[in-house]
C-alpha cells in the first residue's frame, strides 16, 4: 500500500514480472555488512565460548546475568502467567502434539531371497531450539518446535531466548513448564546459534539446530550448517490469498492485515478473479488498517510487498500461487476443493473462508513453521520427521550375496574401482573354494 492508500494493484504482464522480481530480491537479500558481522560472531563464539557469548549478550540484550535460565526461574516466570492463558497453551500444545504424533515413522525392513533391506529411524540425540523474543515474545514457537522434537524421542533439548534487559518472558516460560523443558538459556542472536553449534562450557553442543529468527539468526544457521543440521532458513512472514467473487472482502482484508502487521518486511497478496472484489478489498483493507495498533509497520509491509493481483481467470491465478510458493496459502473460493487439486507449491493450505491463517498460527495443531521466500518448491513444514534420523539397513547371507556379486563387480569395473570389485571377487573365491572342499569330501 502507498502512503496515500491505495493498494498496488498489479493488473498486466509486466507489473507482474517486475513484482515477482521484488519478491525473489526480498527473499534472498542480505548486505555484506550483515554476512561481516555473523561471520566475526561466530567465529569469536568458537575460539572464546562463553565469554565472547555473555559479551554479546551484554552489547545486544543489556545484561550480564548468568547463560543459564534456572527451573525455578521457569517456574517463577509461569506462575505470573493467567491462568485461562495456561489453559489456552495446554489445549493449543494438546492439538499440535495429536498431529505431529501422526508424522511418526518405524523402522521397516523386508526379506526376499537372503536380502534383508530397510530403515532403521531414530530421534536425533540432541537440539538446540530457537524461539525469537525482543519486540515480541513467542509462546507458540516454543510449542511448535519442542513437541515435535519431543513426539520424534529426543533426548535433549535445549532452548536458547532472547532476554533484552535480562527480562524473560512469562508467557514462554509456562510453555516451556508445560512441556516440562528444564535446560533454557537467555540468549539469542547469531552468538546463541553458535553457541549451540559449536559448544560452550555452559552450553553443550547439540546436534540440530531448529526455530526461526530475524536476519542474523537465519544467516548464522546457514553459516553453521554442516557443523550440525538445521531445520530450514526461514524469512519473513507471508500470506497469499486466492479469491474470486465469492470471497467476502471483510474476511479476506483481515486476513492480509494479520501477516501484514508482523514486520514491514513481511508479505501479503491476493489473487483475484473479480474487479469488484478488487475494488471491495481495497476498500475494506483501508477501514481496517486505521484501527490497528501497529499500522504504521502494517502500511509499511503493504506499501513493500502487498498487492492485489488480477487475474483472466482461476488457472492463471494459481498458475501464478505456485511460482510465488507461499509460505501460507489461503482459498477462499465457491468451489475451493477443485482448486487445493492444483496446488504444487505452498507451505501450508487454509481452505474456506472460515479458516483464517492465524488458526494454524496457535491451535489447529499443524507446525506453523513453514517455508518461506519461495522454498515451498522443495521444501516442507517442520515436523517430528526433522527431529528423527534414519539408517539404511542391508543384510546378505551366502545366497543373497551370490545374486548380486555379478553385477556388482561388472559396475566396479565399469568405474575403474578395482578395490571395490576385489571385496566381491575374494568372496565369490571363498565360496568356490567351500564348494570344491565339499564336492571332495563327498567323493572320499
Known amino acids: 500500500m502507498c502512503y496515500n492508500d491505495q493498494m498496488r494493484i498489479i493488473d498486466n504482464n509486466k507489473k507482474l ?83 505431529h504424533n501422526k508424522q511418526k515413522e518405524a523402522t521397516w525392513s523386508f526379506t526376499k531371497n537372503g536380502i534383508t533391506l ?82 560452550t562450557r555452559t552450553i553443550k553442543r547439540v546436534d540440530k539446530i531448529a526455530g526461526p529468527g530475524n536476519i542474523y539468526v537465519a544467516l548464522a544457521k546457514k553459516m553453521v550448517f554442516g557443523e550440525v543440521g538445521i531445520d530450514m532458513i526461514a524469512g519473513p512472514s507471508e500470506i497469499l490469498i486466492l479469491a474470486d467473487e465469492t470471497a467476502v472482502p471483510e474476511f479476506v482484508a483481515a486476513d492480509m492485515l494479520s501477516q501484514a502487521e508482523h514486520d514491514e518486511h513481511a508479505s501479503s497478496i491476493v489473487i483475484t478473479t473479480s474487479g469488484k472484489f478488487a475494488l471491495a478489498l481495497e476498500n475494506e483493507v483501508k477501514k481496517q488498517l486505521a484501527t490497528l495498533i501497529r499500522k504504521d509497520i502494517t502500511r509499511k509491509s503493504l506499501d513493500k510487498y502487498g498487492a492485489i493481483i488480477k487475474a483472466k481467470d ?34 501450508a493450505a487454509f481452505v474456506g473462508c472460515w479458516t483464517p491463517e492465524p488458526l494454524g498460527d496457535y491451535s489447529a495443531g499443524p507446525n506453523h513453521t ?10 516442507s513444514p517442520l515436523g517430528t520427521y526433522d527431529f528423527m534420523k534414519k539408517t539404511s539397513l542391508l543384510r546378505f547371507d551366502e545366497k543373497g550375496f551370490m545374486k548380486l556379486a555379478d553385477t556388482v563387480e561388472l559396475l566396479a569395473e565399469s568405474e575403474g574401482l578395482e578395490a571395490h570389485g576385489n571385496t566381491i571377487r575374494v568372496r565369490k573365491s571363498r565360496i568356490k573354494s567351500s564348494v570344491k572342499q565339499k564336492a571332495a569330501r563327498k567323493e572320499k
Do not use: W
Open 118 to 199: 530397510g530403515q532403521i529411524i531414530r530421534p536425533i540425540n540432541r537440539v538446540g531450539l530457537y524461539i525469537p523474543g525482543g519486540k515480541a515474545s513467542y509462546p507458540s514457537t516454543a510449542m511448535m518446535n519442542i513437541i515435535p522434537a519431543q513426539v520424534a524421542g529426543v533426548r535433549e533439548i535445549a532452548v536458547c531466548v532472547p532476554s533484552p534487559n535480562g527480562e524473560i518472558n512469562p508467557c514462554v516460560m509456562a510453555a516451556l513448564k508445560i512441556l516440562g523443558i528444564s535446560e533454557a538459556y537467555r540468549i539469542g542472536g547469531a552468538q546463541a546459534i553458535g553457541a549451540m553449534a559449536y559448544g
Open 370 to 379: 513453514l517455508p518461506t521466500g519461495g522454498t515451498a518448491r522443495f521444501s
Open 314 to 347: 482461476m488457472d492463471e491465478a494459481v498458475e501464478i500461487s505456485n511460482a510465488i510458493a507461499p509460505e501460507h496459502l489461503e482459498i477462499v473460493t465457491k468451489n475451493p476443493d477443485e482448486i487445493l487439486g492444483n496446488i504444487r507449491n505452498a507451505g
Open 17 to 99: 514480472k517486475s513484482f515477482l522480481e521484488l519478491l525473489g530480491r526480498r527473499a534472498s537479500g542480505v548486505s555484506d555488512e550483515i554476512e561481516k558481522s555473523v561471520r566475526d560472531i561466530l567465529a569469536n563464539v568458537r575460539k572464546s565460548g562463553d565469554r565472547a557469548v555473555m559479551e554479546y549478550t551484554s552489547r545486544f540484550d543489556s545484561h550480564t546475568l548468568p547463560l543459564k535460565i534456572k527451573p525455578s526461574e521457569i517456574d517463577k516466570a509461569a506462575r505470573l502467567v493467567d491462568s485461562n492463558l495456561i489453559r489456552a497453551l495446554e489445549i493449543s500444545a494438546g492439538r499440535i502434539y495429536d498431529f
